[in-house]
């Protein structure tokens, strides 16, 4: 148990919907990641906040969003769904700025239909 | 740019085996280096890591030693198991708070 926990497991909806990710991150770990898994794509950076703030920004789309709560749990907004952002939402957390060693939830599964 | 390049899978090996995933990496600067490791089901988990040239890194069994010089950081073990069936990722930090990750190589091991 890597002490970070994902919410929703499973996601199933339909295009144009708009979803929300949620990720409590590791006790003490002021850093939250977010990565996208595909078949396809492999494992792709989205964002990072540290303390409530957006820290760096990878490949993320205009239509996602996130941010990261005082209690420093995080939530990734997903809208205008299209088939294609049928994917595995990972949340990943660490103790300072820089990723050294990331702590990763079990992952969310988001499929649209 | 920075990336990290790792040998296609499958991989399929018998119990006992010795296994080579190889990886190489580019960077501007003078990254760490880490292998991660996906169990069936669950997410990422560190491997083990090296963060200067000639460290090695090794945990359960597994080796991984940082060269410079050709710019690889492949992934080792002498004796196989069916337990270490999982995707194994190596990845790349140049502290810049952006983890690069290679494809992941996907292990299978039969009994």
């Known amino acids: 148990d890597s002490g970070v926990t994902q919410t929703p497991k499973h996601l199933i909806t339909a295009t144009g919907q708009r979803v929300t990710l949620r990720c409590s991150p590791r006790?003490?770990?002021?850093?939250v990641y977010w990565y996208q898994q595909s078949l396809d794509q492999g494992l792709q950076f989205l964002i990072q906040y540290y303390n409530g703030e957006e820290r760096a920004k990878g490949n993320i789309l205009e239509r996602f969003s996130a941010q990261q709560f005082p209690d420093l749990h995080s939530e990734l907004n997903l809208s205008s769904l299209e088939l294609g952002d049928s994917a595995l939402y990972f949340c990943?957390?660490?103790?300072?700025?820089?990723?050294?060693?990331?702590?990763f939830g079990e992952g969310s599964r988001l499929t649209v239909l | 740019g920075n990336s990290v390049t790792q040998m296609e899978g499958p991989v399929t090996l018998s119990e006992e085996a010795f296994l080579t995933i190889n990886c190489t990496y580019t960077?501007?600067?003078?990254?760490?280096l880490f292998w991660y490791v996906q169990y069936p089901g669950e997410g990422l988990q560190l491997l083990l890591k090296?963060?200067?040239?000639?460290d090695k890194g090794s945990n359960k069994g597994f080796e991984a030693t940082y060269r410079k010089e050709t710019t690889s950081f492949h992934l080792e073990k002498g004796s196989v198991q069916v337990s270490d069936s999982a995707v194994y990722f190596c990845?790349?930090?140049?502290?810049?708070?952006?983890?690069?990750f290679g494809a992941g190589t996907r292990l299978t091991v039969k009994p």
């Open positions: 090296a963060t200067k040239a000639d």
């Open positions: 990943a957390s660490s103790v300072g700025t820089a990723p050294g060693e990331l702590f």
């Open positions: 006790s003490g770990d002021l850093s």
């Open positions: 960077a501007t600067g003078y990254p760490s």
């Open positions: 990845a790349l930090d140049l502290n810049n708070n952006d983890m690069r």
